[in-house]
């Protein structure tokens, strides 16, 4: 079992940025538009050389962690996702079908520890960083990898999970990114959370791999994004990938949850 506490916490979605609006996200989920002015997160605090090199998967990462760091602070972080660079792969594999020559710059920022690498020479922190590919559970995986760089001694760790909504022709082999997001944790010794990996017993079925919750669907598709005040006809339900489904619990402050795989289950606990 894992103890740690979380005393800070960001993310971001399009439209979604606030801890209220979280809240308000995590009482009715819906699905929000894409199609905003602000795509990614505003990057004011970089200059404008440094916000250009970024992605748009890199500046989510780096706009949700950035407000849990000090200025001058140095701190490991465990960045983790399923998918990564796929706009920047995708790009890099059209260009190629073109028989046309790859961008060396685009070529290194389309690898998996990209985002990680970048927030380091943004940042001027040359702590260690882990770069995890992972998939339905990988937000207890990236739980695991920051806990043991506590134990080592370092007095807080940051955990970056981010996924960017995919090119269309992926679509059909990547339905697990409802919209784009970033979340970013800082974790520190403490007793607030318990996590505890729960073995399914032999002959037990697989269990899905994120939770599920009603979307609101009414006759116009635009109200799949119109979020908590609209008035739905119907819903559907979707699952959840883990780091937007942790993001309900802590917005609503709840106690106890269990993140589900096919293989094996975590169980959370909140004590305050």
């Known amino acids: 079992m894992l103890k740690f506490s979380i005393p800070q916490w960001h993310a971001w979605a399009p439209g979604i940025e606030s801890v209220d609006a979280w809240r308000e996200w995590a009482q009715c989920p819906f699905i929000p538009s894409t199609d905003t002015r602000a795509p990614t997160p ?11 090199r970024l992605s748009p998967l890199a500046r989510m990462a780096v706009g949700s962690a950035w407000p849990l760091t000090r200025d001058g602070e140095t701190l490991p972080m465990v960045y983790a996702s399923h998918h990564g660079e796929t706009t920047r792969g995708y790009e890099l594999l059209h260009t190629l079908a073109q028989d046309q020559p790859l961008s060396p710059t685009s070529f290194s920022l389309s690898v998996h ?22 998939q339905g ?5 990236a739980i695991v990898e920051a806990s043991l760089l506590l134990a080592a001694g370092h007095c807080a760790v940051l955990v970056v999970l981010a996924e960017e909504q995919p090119p269309a022709s992926y679509t059909a082999w990547i339905d697990d990114i409802p919209f784009p997001y970033a979340l970013a944790l800082r974790l520190t010794e403490g007793q607030d959370f318990q996590l505890k990996l729960l073995a399914p017993m032999a002959g037990e079925p697989a269990t899905p791999a994120a939770a599920r919750v009603s979307i609101p669907v009414a006759g116009d598709p635009a109200a799949l994004t119109a979020g908590a005040h609209a008035t739905p006809t119907a819903s559907e339900s979707i699952a ?11 917005a609503l402050g709840s106690r106890a949850w269990t993140h589900s795989h096919p293989r094996r289950q975590w169980r959370w606990q909140h004590s305050s």
């Not at 505003?42 to 250009?52: I, K, W």
């Open 42 to 52: 505003d990057l004011g605090f970089l200059p404008a050389m440094q916000r250009r």
């Open 113 to 134: 520890n990209a985002c990680a690498g970048m927030w380091s020479i943004l940042r001027h922190d040359t702590t260690e960083t882990v770069a995890l590919s992972v």
């Open 137 to 141: 559970d990988g937000l207890e995986s």
């Open 240 to 250: 959840l990938p883990n780091p937007l489904n942790l993001l309900r619990h802590l």
